[in-house]
């Protein structure tokens, strides 16, 4: 039968999700935890593979197994073999056509930033930081350029292994909450570094050192030399994972930083 699980995970200290020789991978730690359980072999397939240091509130995973087992002892029996920084959510029979990648609609990635002259203390690895003034509004001008199908070399990292380039951004928003911004996006897909390296040009955007037209420029030169430098992993969370309703799958219970604050 196929499993499909929901995983949810901080990634400070991980190597991200797709395996490693370390074993220090997200992908790892579940693999061996399902494995433990099934009594047998166990493969993961995860949606999107996150990096070093990036975190996941809605991750979605699928294995095969023939060891018949409740929902609820997938969920309960790997979280106690699991570190604290990794919980599966909820776990459900589906469809063997069901694939976690290909069958997903969409990907959506949030960004948050401390903007603030000091360091965050509390939050380290939680949120990325800068510390000069940042201008919503210039940012949020320059975001509307994102929207819709673009090739986006300009922001692809060199491993890139991503047969294309072109995808279709659906949502691109910015948002303040005290302190933070927050970055919203969503895509059918997205290729190595995306969103960090859109993030750092719409950094150089909101500091002043680029007109908000500049991301438009920067697609259609689709020259990632051009763009800003890659930002820091620490404030990066897969938010969610879009799939077709007729797959059935749980709901997540809602845990991504400030979605309960008042934003403006």
Known sequence: MRIAIGIAYCGVGLEGWQSQPSGNTVQDYLERALTEIAGERIGATGAGRTD???????????????????????????????????????????AEDFHARYSAA??????????????????????????????LDRMRQAAQSLLGEHD??????????AKSPVRVMERAEIRASGPYLLFDFTANAFLHHMVRNIVGSLVYVGK????????????????????APTFAAAGLYL?????????GLPAFPRMMPFETTALR
Request: aromatic share 12%; hydrophobic share 45%.
């Open 152 to 161: 986006f070399s300009s922001f692809r990292s060199a491993e890139c292994q």
């Open 106 to 135: 969409s990907r959506s990635y949030r960004y948050v930033l401390y903007n603030h002259s000091v360091r965050p203390a509390l939050l380290a690895g939680l949120v990325g930081w800068f510390h000069l003034p940042l201008e």
């Open 52 to 94: 070093a240091g990036v975190h996941a509130s809605a991750q979605v995973a699928h294995f095969d197994t023939a060891a018949a087992r409740p929902d609820s002892a997938w969920v309960r029996g790997a979280n106690s073999l699991l570190p604290g920084s990794i919980a599966v959510q909820w776990a459900a029979q589906v």
């Open 239 to 247: 938010s969610e994972v879009g799939y077709d309703a007729h797959w």
């Open 208 to 227: 002043g050192e680029r007109p908000p037209h500049w991301l438009a420029e920067l697609i259609a030169a689709r020259d990632r030399r051009l763009a």
